[in-house]
Nanobody, 125 residues
Framework: QVQLAESGGGLVQPGGSLRLSCAAS????????MGWYRQAPGKQRELVAT???????NYADSVKGRFTISRDNAKNTVYLQMNSLKPEDTAVYHC???????????????????WGQGTQVTVSS
């Protein structure tokens, strides 16, 4: 069983900063892509940023230069540093990790995507 624990959301004024964390625990064998997605009210979930196990990053155009994704492989944790926040960044932020377990490897099962429960980020004055 694998669990994801997100933290770091909250209310911040425009121009402020927040740092989100997502820690995975359980019977994890390996993690490849780690990412953050967000969903604003009435909108579809969208990609914010991803990072591969090799360190390659990808960002949505709307957050480039303001957000930074990073990971600590020893802690099975992905972070999202968000600076210069804007009201349009308001959303529920979810982490997504592509992972496999030792048992899944033994059975030659495909890797799975695991989603965090989401953390609310509200940017408002």
């Amino acid at each position: 069983q694998v669990q994801l624990a997100e933290s770091g959301g909250g209310l911040v004024q425009p121009g402020g900063s927040l740092r989100l964390s997502c820690a995975a625990s359980g019977n994890i064998f390996a993690i490849n892509v780690m990412g953050w997605y967000r969903q604003a009210p009435g909108k579809q979930r969208e990609l914010v940023a991803t990072m591969t196990s090799a360190g390659t990053t990808n960002y949505a155009d709307s957050v480039k230069g303001r957000f930074t994704i990073s990971r600590d492989n020893a802690k099975n944790t992905v972070y999202l540093q968000m600076n210069s926040l804007k009201p349009e960044d308001t959303a529920v932020y979810h982490c997504k990790l592509g992972m496999t377990t030792a048992r899944a490897m033994e059975l030659m099962l495909p890797w799975n995507d695991y989603w965090g429960q989401g953390t609310q980020v509200t940017v408002s004055s």
